[in-house]
């Protein structure tokens, strides 16, 4: 948040709104801004650094966050998940591989011992992986299988004689891949592999496994550890592929809480069934997906606020004699950046919605259900609009848009792979798809069966369709800007698509198709079915926002920004309502064109704000075109001429010690 900003109070009100339950640790966030400012200078990682300096200066800067800040533990992922989200949220200024390899460290590696294992796991590992004493990765993905968790390859055999797991890379298939903090300095990982019991497969479970000795950083016998390589991005983790070639390892370093070996060897599991024990194996992802929607939603937050800021400087044209008209005040440029900020703002109240409900997650299966089924949604959509628009901000501002200096194209790369780490978007909305059916099979009383669910999207949603004539034609501001008119098509959208794939699936399966086969035909709809839900919710969240909030001056703007956000997605579909006769071409025009005009009206009246309360603060901000006060001529100008400073700096250091090495005395 820009503290300097003309109308601070408003501003900081706007900022704290826009947090939700963060907003509780305002005073952690500040401290963590004020020491990243005040070691700005040892986390700054200057563009085009080579892949071996880079991973250690993000290594060196993630112990120092989280030993000498130590803003949070990893068991606050349990007890206070807002905490975790706060503070990572507050690094927005920083190289986002610094944030990935804590994340590594405390989420997937120390947050999974934390859910899957017991008091005995804790005691042994959480206390040193707060001091980073045990560096660790999380050693799920295959080359063979990818999101293919299931059937993945590598297995851990029970051996009742030595009362130890042998862990076996089969294939080379098999081969862990992308394990993040393996590469140089990670110690061990959270292994999921089949566990292997009496020659019987009892599905994926999760091990501890230690790879090196952490005082030699010797690789264990039996353990083949590589390099990746350079990456497209987050060049700071250094990321490897790992062999198992008979390991073996104690009994209790298996994750317990759910499936356990005793010490007479007799194997048991607390899920009611082989599938609930692999979806409880698989919970942490679900915290991991939420981070995955927190940080795209940081990073549009500073693409926003590097693009209207430039736009509100740089000039471009106009009529001859006058000033050159400002980029923010052509309609082709207002138009998309003001549809980007109120989409943002939506998604900062789903987020905040998610945050909110992530403790209650795990107390039952259907609320664990629920939650994964909204994460599957919101995770796939915010990431990849996240990248589309990156791309363009940086062509809307230009030249300096493609400067490394301006960040726009380093923070595009680092949100590429969120599209497919922790579950690939196409995947994950599909697992949506198919809740969606099930659940409506379960409100029906039918045991969650698609093929019965079917037979309820054809009955009961037909009757909710509305395609009254008078309410396709009315093109009134008043109708158009009511959010009862939003809240009902985004719900006719949801349903009949919901419709339209329990009928295809059912046409489908009478030609004979397996149910495989059956759902791949029908998968376009499947995933317009996810995408218009996890849109919806979207709506509900900012609506259900702006209705609780009792001060107006907050809740004017955000009225603006739900109003875009509904319109703008009515339009952009609309050849969906058109075809099922929801919507007129003159009505569609109409939406069109009062789109426009609101988001002039956000820009006018609210941009600023909006721009300035966002949870980016100016401190840590250093990117030349999106100073407030500084023109953006000079501040770039200023930064190319101190990065040649320090490479000539850099040059001198060389020669120096250069000289010493030639001067030092062989004469014994």
Same mark, same amino acid.
């Given at each position: 948040m ?11 009100? #706007?900022y704290?709104? %826009?947090? @939700?339950?963060q ?20 986390? *700054? ?23 000498e @800040? ?10 206070? &998940? ?17 944030i ?12 999974t011992?934390?859910?899957? /294992? ?24 295959e #080359? ?5 968790v ?31 903090n ?29 790879? *090196? ?8 016998? /039996? ?18 592929f790992? *062999?198992?070639n ?17 010490? +007479? ?37 500073i @693409? ?35 549809c ?6 939506s ?38 609009? /996240?990248?589309? #628009? ?16 301006? %960040?726009?194209?380093?923070? *595009? ?9 922790? @579950? ?18 379960r !409100? ?24 009254? &004539? ?35 699936? %059912? ?61 703008? +997605? ?8 058109l ?5 007129? &071409? ?18 006018d ?22 100073? !407030? ?40």
């Open positions: 820009n503290k300097d900003s003309a109308n601070s109070s408003l501003c900081r009100a #706007m704290e709104y %826009r947090l @939700g339950s907003s509780k640790y305002l005073a952690l966030k500040d401290t963590v801004v004020d020491h990243i400012q005040k070691n700005l200078d040892f986390y *700054r990682i200057e563009p085009c650094t080579s892949v071996a300096k880079h991973r250690e200066k993000v290594h060196q800067s993630c112990m120092k966050l989280m030993t @800040g130590r803003f949070f533990c990893t068991r606050d992922l349990q007890d206070e &998940p807002e905490k975790v989200v706060a503070v990572l949220t507050s690094w927005g200024g920083l190289d986002m591989s610094i990935a390899k804590t994340a590594i460290q405390h989420q997937l590696f120390g947050g011992i934390l859910e899957l /294992g017991t008091e005995y796991h804790h005691k042994k590992y959480l206390e040193a992986i707060d001091d980073w004493k045990i560096i660790g990765g999380f050693a799920m993905t #080359m063979g299988k990818g999101s293919n299931r059937d993945i390859e590598t297995t851990a055999t029970y051996v009742n004689e030595t009362q130890e797991f042998k862990i076996v890379s089969p294939t080379l298939s098999s081969t862990k891949f992308w394990i993040g393996i590469a140089k300095w990670g110690h061990d990982v959270v292994l999921f592999a089949k566990l292997i019991y009496n020659g019987q497969d009892k599905g994926v479970h999760a091990f501890v496994v230690h790879l *090196r000795d952490p005082q030699t950083m010797k690789t264990y016998p /039996g353990i083949e550890i590589g390099d990746c390589g350079e990456k497209l991005a987050w060049n700071g983790v250094d990321n490897a790992i *062999r198992f008979g390991v073996n390892i104690p009994r209790q370093n298996l994750l317990n809480r759910f499936a356990d070996i005793d010490s +007479n060897g007799n194997y048991s599991c607390k899920a009611s069934s082989p599938n609930k024990l692999f979806a409880l194996t698989l919970s942490q992802l679900v915290v991991g997906r939420l981070l995955y929607v927190c940080a795209p939603i940081q990073a549009l937050l @693409g926003l606020r590097v693009t209207y800021r430039y736009s509100t400087q740089r000039r471009q044209f106009g009529e001859k004699g006058k000033l050159e008209t400002r980029l923010i005040d052509y309609p082709t440029h207002y138009r998309e950046l003001m980007v900020l109120a989409t943002t703002v998604l900062e109240f789903a987020r905040n919605e998610l945050i909110r409900r992530l403790k209650g997650a795990f107390q039952s299966d259907s609320k664990r259900e629920k939650y994964h089924m909204l994460v599957s949604g919101v995770k796939p959509m915010v990431c990849s609009y /996240g990248v589309e #628009m990156l791309a363009k901000f940086r062509v809307m501002c230009g030249g300096n848009g493609f400067s490394a200096y301006n %960040r726009l194209g380093e923070i *595009r790369a680092d949100l590429d792979i969120f599209q497919t780490a922790e @579950g690939d978007g196409t995947v994950l909305l599909q697992q949506m798809a198919k809740s969606l059916l099930v659940n409506f099979a !409100k029906m009383g039918q045991k969650g069966k698609i093929k019965l669910a079917i037979g309820y999207a054809m009955t009961g949603i037909q009757k909710k369709i509305d395609t009254n &004539p008078i309410v396709i034609q009315n093109t009134s501001p008043y109708h158009l800007l009511d959010p009862k008119f939003h809240k009902k098509i985004f719900k006719f959208w949801v349903n009949k698509l919901l419709f339209d794939l329990g009928m295809g699936v %059912r046409s489908s399966k009478k030609k004979g198709l397996t149910t495989f086969a059956a759902w791949n035909e029908n998968l376009l709809t499947a995933l317009q079915l996810s995408k218009a839900y996890t849109l919806s919710f979207i709506l509900g969240e900012i609506q259900d926002a702006i209705e609780s909030c009792p001060n107006i001056q907050i809740k004017a703007p955000l009225l603006l920004c739900s109003q875009i956000f509904a319109l703008s +997605n009515i339009h952009s579909n609309a050849a969906f309502f075809i099922n006769g929801y919507l007129s &071409p003159k009505k569609t025009r109409a939406i069109e064109d009062l789109v426009t005009k609101l988001c002039q009206k956000l820009k009246e609210y941009a600023e704000l909006l721009i300035d309360s966002s949870d980016i603060n100016d401190k840590n901000f250093d990117i030349p075109i999106a100073k !407030k006060d500084v023109p953006y001529i000079e501040a770039m100008l200023e930064r190319v001429k101190r990065a040649k400073l320090k490479r000539n700096k850099n040059k001198k250091k060389k020669k120096k010690k250069k000289k010493k090495v030639l001067c030092v005395d062989t004469t014994a």
